[in-house]
């Protein structure tokens, strides 16, 4: 049973570019959550998609979009890259809220690690 | 909005030593709380986790955390601590009933020698 995946596992960017991170939800799960993790502090929400739509959003600017599709994978996409984008990106999965099996528990990949430059 | 608190950012410990970690919240209702841990090139995992009943809540690998909700604190406990629980800890919260997206705490990084 595949766990959370997450692509690419690092990359390297400039300021001003673009950014697209991947990931694919644990076997079962539909819902998924986008955090950064900047370096020696703790996962920040960006946001939530489930159905394909985004149904919830953290204080990230416009810069921060995303997409889920029909097979529940979702990309992360970042514009106009800042320095301060640096970070680690984590993706989350779970079963849809109120469904039996959603007991609170995020299921996390790796993370992609962004450096921008 | 809920916030967390984690007071010790470092913890360094002999094995067999007693852990204990500091985790605050600010939110003035009822709460879910959790503890997540994540170890050198691993992904974050759920250690524990409190929604209601007995405030003694016990986890994985020895882990437990008591819920005073009259001081808003989850603390982390572990009576004797290896080598193999070096990692970094993260406590968060949501308001219960609510959308199941944790708040976390900024973490603590706990380094066990042998």
């Known amino acids: 049973d595949a766990g959370v995946t997450q692509s690419p596992t690092h990359l390297i960017k400039t300021r001003g570019q673009q950014v697209t991170l991947r990931c694919s939800p644990k076997?079962?799960?539909?819902?998924v959550s986008w955090y950064q993790q900047a370096l020696g502090q703790g996962p920040q929400f960006i946001f939530q998609?489930?159905?394909?739509?985004?149904?919830q959003r953290g204080n990230f600017p416009d810069r921060f979009s995303g997409h889920q599709f029909p097979n529940y994978s979702s990309e992360l996409n970042v514009n106009a890259l800042l320095l301060g984008d640096s970070a680690l990106y984590l993706c989350?999965?779970?079963?849809?809220?109120?469904?039996?099996?959603?007991?609170?528990?995020?299921?996390f990949g790796e993370g992609s690690r962004l450096t921008v430059l | 909005a809920q916030s967390v608190s984690q007071h010790n950012h470092h913890v360094i410990l002999s094995e067999a030593a007693s852990l204990e970690l500091g985790c605050n919240y600010s939110?003035?209702?009822?709460?879910?709380l959790f503890w997540y841990v994540q170890y050198p090139g691993q992904h974050l995992q759920l250690l524990l986790k409190?929604?209601?009943?007995?405030?003694l809540v016990k986890g994985i690998k020895g882990f437990e955390a008591e819920f005073i909700k009259s001081k808003f604190s989850f603390n982390l406990r572990k009576p004797s601590v290896q080598w193999s629980d070096t990692a970094e800890y993260f406590c968060?919260?949501?308001?219960?009933?609510?959308?199941?997206?944790?708040?976390f705490g900024r973490g603590t990084s706990l380094i066990v020698h042998p």
């Open positions: 989350a999965s779970s079963p849809k809220m109120g469904r039996v099996a959603n007991t609170g528990e995020l299921f």
């Open positions: 076997s079962g799960h539909d819902t």
């Open positions: 998609y489930y159905e394909e739509e985004e149904r």
């Open positions: 939110y003035g209702g009822t709460v879910n």
């Open positions: 409190y929604f209601s009943g007995d405030p």
């Open positions: 968060a919260v949501t308001p219960s009933g609510g959308s199941y997206i944790p708040t």
